[in-house]
């Protein structure tokens, strides 16, 4: 069956699945390329993928839910001399995974055929069943020495796990032209991005427990201070603004500065980057003229059930046009800016590559995802994410978490 007289509205797994040719489709080739080059890697690769394409075990860990933990009860899991708790982390994480990457895989078979088609999109999907595979295939941990093998492979499927943020912003950005229904593209990412941010997070935890860090209980920093944060992630950008622009805007910050409590630190992290992100880069290009530029004031209050984080710009707000658009994925004004400033943009497009990130050491500048990125995780961990703003003066953006040791329930991860 040629591609071309496939429906567009059906999707890749209906479409696969009735295409009685499936196993000659190219659409492995579509993944890579480079035939000639990788020939028997890409071979091989075919094999695992066409035949967990089929896998019912997919289907199956795809029909089962998820086991959602609080961020409590991963903090205050019991610790043992005997290292019980590794353990049964470890056995805990080798049943959860698969279910949640299965899910995933049932996202990505789910989008429209002309999208799941996407060459860089493909190779997200494969990561994902690849991740799958090896996961439903590890042994059963009954002991320290396998669990030793297991963290070893969540630290590689971490790291080649890597760029996948980067990888979903460039192939939606391709396959733009094709996307007519929006919230399902939005559905898509948001529960992609988020699942992923949870069991990058439960890795991290799992990873965490085998070594002491000072005020850390796993990947929970329990004298957790903002203002700290804000600092440093403000510090970094700053550096990066000046070597652009020639100048940067001085960071403020007020409110509960002293202010330290329970909490994950890498989605804060990246949420903050994203932020100061985009008010460092109005400011500087609102004020292009003039060498003294004003400053970007972050406002701290942390109350008993939540803590909220007002970043205020006066980087001369949105027009009403672009407004409604700022929170959709791959919207962006950076690509005039690019051709502006072709010979300046490398160093903006390094930016996230910045180690210090943790949360996001994939590239991301100007893919117009910073926003609704940071949206997904602030709702994700219980809170939201909004802006106000005052075209022609500034724009203020309100980040609302609730607190995870609070009396009522925070979020799940
Ligand atoms: N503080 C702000 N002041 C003025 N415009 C803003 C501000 N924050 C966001 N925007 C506008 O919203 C758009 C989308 O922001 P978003 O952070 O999602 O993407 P980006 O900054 O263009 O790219 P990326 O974050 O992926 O590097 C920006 O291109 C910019 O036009
Ligand atoms: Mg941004």
Redesign the pocket.
């Known amino acids: 069956m040629a591609l071309h007289t496939l429906a567009l509205g059906e999707n890749l797994h209906t479409v696969l699945r009735k295409t009685a040719q499936f196993q000659q489709l190219p659409w492995i080739s579509l993944v890579s390329r480079n035939v000639t080059k990788e020939a028997q890697h890409d071979r091989e690769r075919s094999q695992s993928v066409t035949a967990f394409y089929y896998q019912s075990a997919i289907d199956q860990a795809a029909a089962k839910p998820s086991v959602r933990l609080t961020p409590a009860a991963i903090m205050y899991a019991g610790r043992s001399h005997d290292k019980s708790h590794i353990l049964r982390s470890a056995q805990y994480l080798s049943k959860e995974l698969p279910v949640r990457i299965a899910h995933r895989i049932a996202g990505f078979r789910n989008l429209p055929f002309i999208v799941g088609c996407n060459p860089t999109l493909l190779q997200v999907h494969e990561l994902y069943i690849r991740a799958f595979n090896i996961l439903s295939n590890f042994p059963v941990i009954t002991s320290l020495d396998q669990e030793e093998n297991f963290s070893k492979t969540l630290r590689q499927l971490l790291d080649d796990h890597n760029d996948v943020v980067t990888l979903l912003?460039e192939g939606f950005a391709q396959v733009r032209k094709h996307i007519t229904d929006e919230t399902l593209i939005r559905t898509f990412l948001d529960r992609t991005l988020t699942s992923r941010l949870g069991i990058r997070m439960l890795c991290e935890h799992h990873l965490s427990l085998h070594d002491e860090k000072p005020n850390h209980v796993g990947v929970v920093n329990v004298a957790f201070s903002p203002r700290k944060l804000i600092e440093k992630r403000a510090q970094y950008i700053q550096s990066v603004c000046q070597e652009k622009y020639g100048k940067a805007p001085e960071i403020v910050c007020n409110g509960h500065l002293n202010s330290t409590f329970p909490y994950i630190q890498p989605p804060l992290e990246y949420i903050m980057t994203?932020l100061l992100?985009?008010?460092f880069?109005?400011t500087a290009e609102a004020h292009g003229t003039t060498s003294h530029l004003p400053e970007i004031v972050v406002t701290i209050a942390s109350n008993e059930n939540d803590f909220v984080i007002r970043v205020s710009?006066r980087?001369?707000?949105?027009s009403q046009k672009?407004a409604s658009k700022?929170f959709d994925y791959n919207?962006?004004?950076?690509g005039s800016v690019r051709q502006d400033q072709n010979q300046e943009v490398g160093i903006w497009e390094g930016f996230m590559d910045n180690p210090q990130s943790s949360a996001n050491p994939g590239k991301?500048?100007?893919?117009?995802?910073?926003?609704?990125t940071a949206r997904a995780y602030a709702v994700y961990l219980g809170g939201s994410l909004t802006m106000e703003t005052m075209q022609g003066i500034g724009?203020d953006?309100y980040l609302r978490l609730s607190h995870i040791d609070s009396a009522k329930e925070s979020f799940r991860i």
């Open positions: 912003a994203e992100k985009n008010s880069r109005a710009d980087g001369g707000g949105i672009v700022v919207f962006t004004t950076a991301m500048h100007g893919y117009g995802f910073g926003l609704p724009s953006v």
